[in-house]
């Protein structure tokens, strides 16, 4: 089984606010240049998975996984307890650049826009209820302090 450099869940948005400074830090750390997108593409993919993701959700749990890959790349994953979403459905609009669909570009709508935007892949599991954030270290000299 795959280890993870670090693991954290966590429930709803007091729980975030909890573990947040430490995660942002270290995000910070290896991406000095760019993490300020980054740390909107984390705090967006929280978001949706606390506010869909763990409504109907017994447990109500979100896993924040981040790892590193060849010292060239970070992982982050995001994964909610929930049931999931329809990803075909959305990736479909956002291939087609339907942003005429108010829901892309509402408040409410736009974090996976803003995730794909900041990140240099983003994808979901099938379920619909994880999503994978990379983005290339461009300074690989920060990886000898982590």
């Not at 970070?74 to 990803?87: A, C, H, P, Q, W």
């Not at 942003?99 to 736009?110: H, N, P, Q, T």
């Not at 803003?114 to 290339?136: F, P, S, T």
Request: positive net charge.
């Amino acid at each position: 089984m795959k280890g993870y450099f670090l693991e954290i869940k966590f429930k709803g948005h007091n729980g975030f606010k909890r573990v947040r400074h430490c995660i942002i830090e270290y995000v910070r750390e290896l991406l000095p240049d760019d993490y300020f997108l980054m740390e909107v593409a984390i705090n967006e993919a929280v978001n949706n998975a606390v506010k869909h993701g763990t409504i109907n959700s017994k447990y109500q749990t979100v896993t924040l996984k981040l790892d590193i890959i060849k010292q060239k790349r970070l992982i982050i994953r995001i994964k909610d307890s929930g049931e999931g979403f329809n990803v075909e459905h959305l990736l479909y609009k956002l291939r087609n650049r339907d942003i005429s669909d108010s829901s892309l570009m509402d408040e409410s709508g736009r974090g996976v826009l803003l995730m794909l935007h900041a990140a240099d892949l983003v994808k979901y599991n099938k379920k619909g209820n994880e999503v994978i954030l990379v983005k290339r270290l461009n300074q690989v000299g920060n990886m000898a302090e982590v």
